[in-house]
């Protein structure tokens, strides 16, 4: 297997690394805040997709649905004047329940129709909440009123919303990490070798995507509501943007597929190429981004951390000669 | 009455939609591979019509003669040099390597073109055609007749020409078709440039009818989806029979539901067709 290891060493950088980014409000920056908002929320996603991509090998692109689902069903909530707790454990609660439902079904396909239909999930429900504009606000978006009380100046409440995500990132990254390393995580590498033979063996293979599925969105969804109460507004367009399903496929791959730490570190390295792209080239950011994904795709399928490791092979060889 | 407008405005519509998923379809069932690139193919395909009707006064009918090789060497070069390389990999990488491409190619015409909405006008216009109380729009009738003519002509391709068997027997069985002489990756080349050029010609049509914008690049591929799930994947009956399908789902269904509700609608038979029958209305059974 080509797919990079997670040695418990790699494991306990990525801690170190997380630990040190929960310092960031120090820094007193607003800037600096949001991207490290941004950073949590990017590694919640590539994380949680890798669950069902990378360790059971389903090419999902249902990550926008989740994100979604949650930012629309926080956004009611807390319209609602719920509590911020609330609104999270509910929508994180109802995705699940809802994945794992629609898991049993739509992990029947394989390939490019699991692929397409996970796509075509998001579809449905955008243009759902654009119609159900009693709910939602349709097309015009969605305000959600302050959810923080007690904070009284931007800053804090920048700071909240920082916390907030990176524990929602630390709460996920065990999670998936327990994942890996228990049974389910087994069962669920079984399935990507060979679907039939696990089944074969005795893993209970729907149970074990759809649970997969399920683990996938949750997190998802409860950081949707937590960019909804962050952000104050939402729409359809913004929040279901086919984009949120990709970026944590690409922040995957950087980070070599299959492996919760490669997927931190390739949503981190991937923010900061986007940040810098962004920043450099607004007219054509997209384009720039299109350009990194091909070349990315054609010269290193196996991610960043594989370079590191052709290196120390090719040290190795010098060594030994 | 009304019933009858309805359904005539479905078949139109359905047609159109047939020629869209064609090339779509192809691409999908011989190389095995999604490209996303194909609404933005359609979208840069309008374009075409649209400057060399306002550059040179060519009319769409006679830049679709254009647009057919422009295309398909497009479609060549792309498969030749980039997904020929990464054609083995997994679903995964070939479906984010042509998101990529396509980021770059929209981001582009966005750059060219920018987001304003464009309309090909053609001068005089057409006109409608009326019978009774039915009313067409006699653009429309046209880019019905060259879609379907289109279609057609695809479906002798692969049916007669050499190069058109050569695809079929890829598509049934790669390993064999190689052990009987047939060069694979010219053939796929060759597969994604019919993909391609399919593509390019619908959208000259489409000109015709719609406005023109970068951003209508991911309806049209929503589009393609639906329609080849609908009939049936890599063949080009099925691509009619799944087209027309939706053209007339999409017709009935605004005028029942409202037009609010046509995307929701068409989507949610994606998802009902994709668990309830993944072959198509059309499509065989094995070739998932």
């Known amino acids: ?321 | 009455m009304l019933g009858v407008q309805v359904i005539l405005n479905g078949l139109v519509l359905g047609c159109l939609y047939a020629c869209i998923a064609a090339g779509f379809s192809l691409v999908w069932g011989v190389l095995n591979v999604i490209n996303l690139m194909h609404g933005s193919f359609i979208v840069l395909g309008s374009y075409l019509a649209w400057g060399a009707y306002q550059a040179l006064g060519l009319g769409p009918w006679t830049t679709l003669l254009l647009a057919a090789p422009l295309f398909f060497g497009l479609g060549y070069a792309v498969q030749r040099g980039i997904l020929n390389r990464v054609i083995a990999a997994p679903v995964l990488v070939t479906l984010t390597l042509t998101f990529g491409l396509d980021l770059m190619l929209n981001n582009a015409m966005l750059v060219a073109f920018k987001a304003d909405y464009r309309r090909l006008i053609l001068d005089p216009p057409l006109g409608t055609w009326s019978m009774g109380e039915l009313v067409v729009p006699v653009d429309r009738v046209i880019a019905m007749l060259f879609a379907l003519l289109l279609t057609l002509v695809l479906y002798a391709i692969l049916r007669r020409s050499r190069v058109g068997r050569a695809i079929v027997a890829v598509r049934l069985d790669r390993e064999a078709a190689r052990l009987m002489g047939v060069d694979v990756p010219v053939i796929y080349a060759t597969a994604f440039g019919f993909g391609a050029a399919m593509a390019g010609c619908a959208g000259v049509l489409l000109a015709m009818i719609f406005p023109i914008s970068p951003i209508s690049s991911g309806p049209y591929l929503g589009k393609a989806f639906v329609v080849c799930v609908l009939g049936g994947l890599g063949s080009v009956p099925g691509a009619v029979v799944g087209g027309l399908f939706l053209g007339l789902i999409e017709s009935v269904g605004s005028i029942v539901l409202g037009p609010e509700h046509a995307v929701t609608l068409s989507f949610s038979l994606l998802i009902v067709f994709l668990i309830v029958r993944p072959h198509g209305l059309l499509g065989k059974r094995g070739f998932e």
């Open chain 1, 1 to 321: 297997m080509s797919a990079v290891r997670t040695t418990p060493r790699s494991f306990r950088i990525a801690l170190v690394l997380l630990v040190l980014l929960a310092g960031l409000p120090f820094l007193g920056s607003a800037y600096a805040l949001r991207i490290g908002t941004f950073a949590c929320m990017y590694a919640i996603m590539a994380v949680s997709w890798n669950v069902i991509g990378g360790f059971a090998g389903y090419p999902s692109f249902a990550t926008a649905a989740f994100f979604g689902f949650g930012a629309y069903c926080g956004g009611i909530l807390l319209g609602k004047s719920w509590t911020l707790l609330a609104a999270v454990s509910i929508a994180g609660g109802a995705a699940f329940v809802a994945a794992l439902l629609f898991g049993m079904v739509l992990l029947r396909l394989r390939g490019h129709y699991f692929a397409i239909g996970s796509l075509a999930v998001a579809e449905v429900l955008r243009e759902l909440t654009n119609t159900a504009s009693n709910l939602t606000g349709g097309g015009m978006g969605l305000n959600i009123p302050l959810a923080v009380k007690g904070s009284d100046s931007v800053l804090g409440e920048a700071t909240f919303f920082f916390w907030a995500m990176w524990a929602m990132l630390f709460l996920c990254f065990i999670s998936v990490r327990l994942i890996q390393t228990s049974k389910l995580g087994f069962g669920l590498v079984c399935i990507k070798q060979n679907e039939s033979a696990a089944d074969m063996i005795g893993v209970n293979a729907t149970l074990y995507k759809s649970l997969a599925f399920a683990f996938s969105g949750v997190f998802v969804a409860m950081a949707g509501v937590l960019y909804a109460a962050w952000v104050h507004y939402i729409e359809p367009g913004d929040v279901f943007d086919v984009l949120f399903a990709v970026k944590p496929i690409v922040m995957a791959l950087l980070g070599g597929l299959g492996s919760p730490v490669g997927a931190l570190l390739g949503a981190f390295a991937f923010l900061g190429i986007e940040e810098l792209v962004w920043r450099n080239y607004l007219q054509i950011h997209s384009g720039v981004l299109g350009f990194l994904v091909v070349v990315l795709l054609l010269f290193l399928p196996h991610g960043l951390m594989s370079l590191t490791q052709s290196l120390r092979s090719r040290s190795g060889r010098k060594a030994v000669a």
